[in-house]
Each structure stands twice: as C-alpha cells, then as structure tokens.
C-alpha cells in the first residue's frame, strides 16, 4: 500500500472511539477527498481506496471507523453548511 493511503488512514481515522455502526462508504470517501483537498494531493479513485482499506482488514461497507482530525471537521462543515 502506499504511503499516500497509510498517511490517510493514520491522520483520518480512527477505531478509539464508540461509533453507532461505523462509517458507511460515501462518508469515507467524502472525508477522503477533504484529506486530499487539505493535504493538496490528488485524489485517488474510489476503488483505489477500498482497496487500500482491505489491504488493512477493514471493511469500506461495515467498518467501526469513526472520522478524526482536521479532514473530520472539513467533511462535516462541507457537507452540512448550515452548521457553519
């Protein structure tokens, strides 16, 4: 896996808190794409990071990830502006 994916996954995600089912997979990639978008990198394709997320035993459609870090905030403020 790449550095670019293990980078993502470390800065992202996390499994350290209690999460009602996980994240599903537009989330994951939504958040992703703010990752990338922080981080001024080109995004990969979905399927690229299912893929990575496999390679790591995770499931990308039931996973216990919960989003963590400034990609976290990026995603949710950009997809609920009216919490802005």
Not at 29 to 49: M, V
Not at 51 to 58: G, K, P
């Amino acid at each position: 896996m790449s550095a670019h994916f293990d980078r993502f996954l470390a800065e992202a995600l996390t499994t350290d808190r209690e999460t009602d089912g996980g994240l599903a997979k537009e989330e994951l990639y939504g958040l992703y794409t703010s990752w990338c978008l922080i981080n001024q990198s080109q995004p990969e394709p979905a399927e690229a990071l299912w893929a990575a997320l496999e390679s790591h035993r995770i499931k990308p459609d039931n996973n216990t990830l919960a989003m963590s870090g400034p990609a976290a905030l990026d995603y949710i403020v950009c997809s609920s502006p009216d919490l802005a």
